[in-house]
Every structure is written in C-alpha cells, then in structure tokens.
C-alpha cells in the first residue's frame, strides 16, 4: 500500500503524520512541488510484457505528461530480486542527491521508497504499482529499491544526461529507514 511519512530531519523515528490516502498524500506532496497520481491500464500487464506493450496500456497518460512537461524520451527499467547486480544497483542512489532535470517515475509493477528532503523535513514516499511521482530539479532525495528489488517502472527524460546524480555528500539517508519489503514500514 502507498505511503507518504513526514518527519523533521532531525527525529527519523517520530513522524510528524503518516497517511496512505493518495489523495491526502497528493495534497501534503503539491505543497513542496512533487506531483503523484494513480494510473490505470487500458488494457492488462502481465510479466513478461514487452517495453512497448507497457507503455501502450498507459499511452493516454504517457502522451498527457509528454505533452504537459516537454519529455523527450520514455523508456521502461525492470529489476527483478535475482539481478545480480542488485546490490550496486541499490547502492547507487541510497545517499542524498539530486538531479539537473526532473525525476518522474510510474511504477507498473512492485515498489520503492523515494525519500525526499526539504526545508528541514524528510518526506517519505513509498511508492507502489499504479503510482506516479514527479520530484522537481534539484530536489534533493535519496531512492531505496530494496535488498532484494522487484519493480517495472516508466521513466521520462528531458535530457539524455539529465538524470546524473548530484550527491551532497551529507549523511541524512543513513539515519532514515531503509526499506526491507515484506517487513513492516512503521
């Protein structure tokens, strides 16, 4: 189930609200700038599916958010648990950073824990199939996969080399849960 976690950056174990009513989270989200919507296929995903046939049964939100943001280009990731390169693929974006053009993700499939911090606050998102969240430029986040991740997601581009990660070189992401499906988020 989504989730959205606000905490002050000092206090990682005392949210400040906890709620996993999109719409609530929708509203707390539009306050810092980050958009998050639901999507729904217009015709089924099964595993397996091609990278066209993904993104043709969400065409109709694919094109309204090309059109709306000016993406160049779409493509879609899939990481399964036994990737063998899963723990550098987790590794690389668990610090704080931030990118030189928007970060907007729908998850088709499985989950992730995006972590966004903000005028001193820690605003975690776990995202899950069916969510979209756009982080702004600059926003700087961190982005927890998993130990043993599991997700499809659509992914939108401004600029081929738009998506580099900036790191702050700050420790914040390792005083906040990491995110170990199957147990509970609290």
């Known amino acids: 189930m989504s989730r959205l976690r606000i905490f002050d950056d000092g206090t990682p174990d005392a949210p400040r609200l906890s709620t996993d009513d999109h719409a609530a989270m929708a509203r707390e989200l539009a306050t810092i700038g980050v958009a998050f919507e639901q999507w729904e296929a217009s015709a089924p995903v099964r595993p397996g599916d091609t990278p066209e046939a993904i993104m043709e049964a969400y065409r109709a939100d694919i ?71 756009a982080v702004p430029d600059s926003t700087t986040h961190w982005f927890d996969m998993g130990p043993e991740p599991s997700f499809i997601a659509i992914r939108f581009f401004t600029e081929p080399d738009g998506w580099v990660g900036h790191f702050t070189g700050t420790d914040i992401a390792q005083r906040f849960p990491r995110y170990e499906k199957g147990q509970a988020l609290q």
């Open 63 to 133: 094109d309204r958010l090309v059109a709306e943001r000016g993406f160049r280009s779409v493509d879609v990731v899939s990481i399964a648990p036994d990737n063998p390169q899963r723990e550098a693929m987790r590794g690389k974006f668990l610090d704080e950073h931030f990118h030189k053009e928007d970060e907007v993700r729908f998850f088709v499939a499985g989950s992730g824990l995006f972590s966004l911090h903000v005028d001193g606050k820690v605003y975690e998102v776990l995202c899950e199939a069916g969510d979209l969240i």
